[in-house]
């Protein structure tokens, strides 16, 4: 069975606005999902109050496979950040946020996963150089 990775945008979405019911139910049907490492932690950050962090927690515990990226994959992250916002002409600040998305790339294609995403205009960037596979979340 395929492999999928959700983004953090696709959580936020469904958990603050009721979003991607449908689209979630259907992936669940489709593929095995994975959880990544990077979007754990930038749910966690972004939790404000106890319902969130309970939410994020109780999420982390369900979590078992959580799949993290490798030291080659840092080292390759800064290389697409780089290229990439050069070419994009971004600052600091989109650069930064920009590695989150390279890592959770790079560890979707180390495992051969698509990347589910509301974010798709970065991604795609990203799949352009990486060859991944992405899915918009709708």
Same mark, same amino acid.
């Given at each position: 069975?395929? #492999? ?5 945008? #696709? ?8 979003? %991607? ?7 669940? @049907? ?7 490492? #990077? ?17 994020? *927690?109780?999420? /982390? ?5 959580? +799949? ?5 994959? +840092? ?14 002409? +971004?600052?600091?600040?989109?650069? @930064?946020? /920009? ?5 959770? *790339? ?9 990347? #589910?995403?509301?974010? %798709?205009?970065? /991604? ?12 918009? *979340?709708?």
């Amino acid at each position: 069975m395929a #492999v999928a990775i959700l983004d953090t945008s #696709v959580y936020i979405d469904h958990w603050e606005r009721g979003l %991607y019911q449908d689209t979630l139910e259907n992936l669940r @049907r489709a593929y095995i999902i994975r959880h990544s490492a #990077v979007v754990l932690s930038e749910l966690r950050r972004g939790a404000r109050g106890r319902e969130a962090e309970r939410l994020v *927690a109780r999420l /982390f515990e369900l979590a078992t496979a959580r +799949w993290e990226p490798s030291v080659a994959d +840092w080292w390759e992250a800064g290389r697409l950040v780089r290229k990439i916002g050069d070419k994009q002409d +971004w600052d600091i600040h989109k650069r @930064r946020d /920009f590695q989150n998305d390279a890592l959770i *790339a790079l560890t979707a294609r180390r495992h051969g996963a698509t990347v #589910v995403t509301v974010n %798709y205009s970065d /991604f795609e960037l990203l799949r352009s150089e990486l060859q991944i596979s992405l899915l918009p *979340a709708k």
